[in-house]
Structure formats: C-alpha cells, structure tokens
C-alpha cells in the first residue's frame, strides 16, 4: 500500500470513523472504513426570526464515508475488501481465524 494512502487513512479519524486493528495472533492488519450510503442530516441552529436550520453541522463528525470517498480501494493496493452490516469485529476474528488455520496448515 502507498504510504500516503496510509497517512490519508488515519487522518481526521473522528470524522470518518476510519481504524486499523492488528492481529496478535497472526500479525496481519485489517483496516476498517465505515460506510454511510444515506443522506447527511440536516441538523444545526434554528433561527428564531426564520425557523430556518443555519449552519451545515451534518456534512461533519458522521463517523462515517461516504462510499465515493472510500480509500479502500484494489487501486489503492487493498486485497480483500468485504462489505457487511454491523460491527466488523466479528468478521475480524472470523477471517483472523481463517488465516490462522492456514498458516498452521502450511507448515
């Protein structure tokens, strides 16, 4: 992977909801991009004299990318990119433990 994907990947961390975790057990690093394929909430301050919302609070700290944004990317040199509803922890240690089983059968 090109060093400045990885620098862009942990940067603004709080915004994007981007991490890594490394295995233990089999050294290898998964990098986890949350997704958000929905519209970005309309939220920020009402104006007394409008009613109108003022201010764009929503485009920022969503936790999330939108999928156009995603740095997990083949071009990017990312293998294996998976896609899935909840928590990543579970398909984390599933694949940790596929690997796992490979590397103990192929020695």
Not at 28 to 49: C, H, M, Q, S
Not at 56 to 65: D, L, P
Request: proline share 4%.
């Amino acid at each position: 992977m090109r060093r400045e994907v990885l620098q862009r990947f942990l940067t603004n961390t709080d915004e994007t909801g981007r991490f890594i975790v490394k295995s233990s057990v089999t050294g290898i690093t998964y990098f986890v991009e949350p997704l958000y394929r929905g519209k970005t909430p309309t939220w920020g301050d009402v104006n007394p004299a409008t009613k109108q919302i003022e201010g764009n609070y929503g485009s920022k700290f969503t936790g999330a990318v939108m999928e156009k944004e995603s740095l997990l990317k083949k071009e990017n040199g990312f293998k294996n990119i998976g896609y899935f509803k909840g928590s990543p922890f579970g398909e984390i240690d599933r694949r940790d433990k596929e690997y796992e089983l490979k590397m103990k059968n192929s020695k």
